[in-house]
């Protein structure tokens, strides 16, 4: 069972940066994928960027790659998400999940571990 916390959401103008962090209940890397989904108004929740020791991090898109930073920090059990740039688009909560083992995936049903979310808001 692992619990996540996700914090360092909140509102900014266009062009500003946020870094969210996603804090586990226990080690995480040794053998979880950790991945960062955001849901938008009126929008399926997405893939955005997940991490893990073998594959290292991997994105949605080349767009959100060029703005996006995912990374982890094994010691504080906490994955981070490095938003710059940040567009009117981005706005959505943003949500943390985990899932046992080290292969990629970007559907969220194959998650089996989720935080709260916390809101982005990002005005024009």
């Known amino acids: 069972q ?16 946020l870094r969210l962090s996603c804090a586990a209940s226990r080690r995480t890397f040794s053998m979880y994928t950790v991945a960062w989904f955001r849901q ?5 929740r997405e893939f955005v960027a997940g991490i893990n020791r073998i594959k290292g991090p ?27 740039s940040l567009k009117p688009e981005d706005t959505a909560v943003y949500y ?10 970007r559907s ?10 916390t809101q982005v808001t990002v005005s024009s």
Do not use: I
Not at 2 to 17: C, N
Not at 96 to 103: D, E, K, P, V, Y
């Open 2 to 17: 692992v619990q996540l916390v996700e914090s360092g959401g909140g509102l900014v103008q266009a062009g500003d940066s």
């Open 40 to 44: 938008g108004p009126g929008k399926e």
């Open 58 to 84: 991997t994105y949605s898109s080349d767009s959100v790659k060029d703005r996006y930073t995912v990374s982890g920090d094994n010691a504080r059990n906490t994955v981070y998400l490095q938003m710059n």
């Open 96 to 105: 943390c999940a985990a899932r046992t083992g080290l292969s990629a995936s």
């Open 108 to 117: 969220p049903s194959d998650y089996s571990y989720w935080g709260q979310g």
